[in-house]
């Protein structure tokens, strides 16, 4: 089937439209998109499922966005749409548009490894609550993307089947740890993506790559089916090339989930109809503790300009302080790897996943681990268990537990003063592959995001303009977070709409001389 390589740079809701009147099939998109994979994204593109090429054998070039490419259900997904279309069934917005799936989230039949050497092979034998409501949708999977091993990392180099490539330039970082998911909207592979975010790895990728990236308010999206990293952190959340979609997305995965414990009962906050309202007489504060917070001089002047923008649009702009966010930091690397260190004690060897044989139970369940995972998650795994164990439980963890509730009264406090706060999305634009090495300094790009996540607040990540590293990088993507109460997800989703009306940010690499080596 010929397939029209334009349609990969439309928006998901423009496709959507163009699917439900008739104008162009479902499985015409999808094959356009799955042209632009096999060009792009160095996977072996044969037979019902591709899969990703070994990371010693992918082109400089090759994003390697996705890990596997279900191309024979997608396809089958694609004509039961047009089929429905056929029929005259009415179709939900973005019925007929693909999708790229962060591979933490599971779908019957397909592989999920969360990047990991300890998942590799598992097929799980049930769908993610957040995969089923994309199907009731009518959207289109086209299969699940690469990240930082168990969503640990920055940069979606934690992988243990290689790094993902910025469509921005190659030889950077897209962000993690849903990288994958960031570089298929990004590099026109997918109109949509799915990530998750427990300290960020929703919103600084999608400032690394361009995109509207929204981690929900906590409970607002299932966690079932979800590989748990931290379970009080973790949230599913939209990618897009702008706000609107981005919304749209948002609401297909938000809403109550009875196999969740943690799901919020009640109906989650309209965000597409909040998207016209403007900021006319809106109280914006911009974070104090997160307006400079080790920012690049770059990075700080698109911020600045957008403030301004915003409030030459009516809003009312302030500086508002949450005193204790300076901690949220350590806070976080606490709380988050002493969750980690229990939810991943379930991969022993012996109920699944992989399992290395050796003389004893315990020697066994070393070797599984040793093998099975990565430099990073082990680390985390360490520093987690010793901040709950006898002894020191009270000095880490606790106290940690205690900062968070701090920086949870801040939010409260300062939401008193104003409607939502912003800040910028990192400090820093994207990085080159393999340019930081240090752990620590990898955490920090996390500085402005974890708040939010601590807090349980929701957060939205919007592209404001470009900036130069410093080092003649060239253009890079600079994101603003806009943060509101809880519940109050449509507010992030309404000045996120209106930063972008007023910033006018084209979100096609090619369109600033980006996509190619610097």
């Known amino acids: 089937m010929s397939a029209d390589p334009a349609l990969t740079r439309l928006g998901a809701a423009a496709l959507g439209a163009a699917v439900g009147a008739g104008e162009v099939t479902a499985r015409e998109v999808l094959e356009a998109h799955l042209d632009a994979i096999a060009a792009r994204d160095g996977v072996v593109a044969d037979g019902d499922v591709w899969h990703a090429r070994d990371a010693a054998d992918l ?12 191309a024979a259900r997608a396809r089958d997904a694609a004509d039961a749409v047009d089929r429905r279309r056929a029929a005259g069934e009415a179709l939900g917005p973005l019925a007929g548009v693909p999708l790229a799936l962060k591979d933490v989230l599971t779908m019957r039949g397909a592989p999920t490894t969360c990047g990991s ?3 590799e092979g598992w097929v799980p034998p049930y769908d993610a609550t957040v995969t089923e409501r994309l199907a009731a ?4 999977v086209l299969g699940k993307t690469n990240m930082d091993e168990f969503a ?10 290689g790094p993902t490539r910025n469509p921005w330039d190659p030889d950077r970082v ?3 740890s849903s990288g994958g998911s960031a570089a298929a909207v990004a590099g026109g592979l997918a109109p949509l993506g799915v990530g998750t975010d427990t300290g960020g790895s929703i919103r600084q990728p999608a400032a690394f790559t361009g995109l509207v990236g929204g981690k929900p308010t906590y409970g607002a999206v299932s966690r079932y089916g979800l590989v748990a990293f931290a379970s009080s952190l973790d949230q599913a959340g939209p990618f897009a090339r702008d706000v ?3 919304a749209l997305l948002h609401a297909v995965m938000a809403g109550p989930d009875p196999r969740d414990a943690t799901s919020d009962p009640t109906d989650p906050a309209d965000v597409v109809a909040a998207l016209g309202r403007g900021v006319e007489g809106l109280r914006v504060g911009v974070v104090e503790e997160l307006e400079e917070a080790g920012c690049e001089p770059g990075v700080r002047a698109v911020f600045l300009a957008a403030v301004a923008a915003l409030e030459a649009a009516g809003a009312t702009v302030e500086r508002v302080s949450l005193p204790h966010a300076g901690y949220g930091l350590p806070a976080y690397y606490l709380v988050a790897p002493a969750e980690a260190s229990s939810n991943l004690a379930r991969f022993d060897g012996v109920r699944y996943g992989r399992r290395v044989d050796a003389a004893t139970a315990e020697a066994m369940n ?4 040793g093998e099975g995972f990565g430099p990073e998650v082990r680390r985390r795994i360490m520093i987690g268990t010793h901040a709950l164990s006898s002894g020191y439980v009270d000095a880490y963890y606790l106290q940690a537990a205690r900062v968070r509730t701090l920086i949870a009264r801040d939010f409260a406090t300062a939401f008193d003063r104003v409607d939502v706060l912003i800040s910028p999305t990192a400090p820093g634009v994207a990085f080159r592959i393999g340019a930081v090495a240090d752990p620590l300094a990898m955490y920090r790009n996390d500085v402005a995001t974890v708040p939010a996540s601590l807090a349980g607040v929701p957060a939205v990540s919007v592209p404001i303009g470009t900036a130069d590293d410093g080092a003649g990088s060239g253009p890079l993507p600079v994101g603003l977070q806009i943060m509101a109460p809880l519940r109050a997800d449509d507010r992030c989703y309404r000045v996120a709409r209106a930063v972008e009306a ?3 940010f084209d979100p096609d690499p090619a369109a600033h001389g980006a996509g190619v080596r610097r």
Request: hydrophobic share 45%; proline share 5%; net charge negative.
């Open 244 to 246: 609107t979609d981005a």
């Open 117 to 119: 050497r300890m998942l």
């Open 137 to 140: 949708a009518g959207i289109v």
């Open 502 to 504: 007023v910033v006018g």
């Open 174 to 176: 897209p962000g993690g």
């Open 366 to 369: 070393a070797a599984t681990r």
């Open 59 to 70: 082109g400089p070039d090759d994003l390697h966005a996705f890990l596997v490419v279900t």
């Open 152 to 161: 640990m990392g920055s940069s979606t180099e934690n992988s243990a089947y």
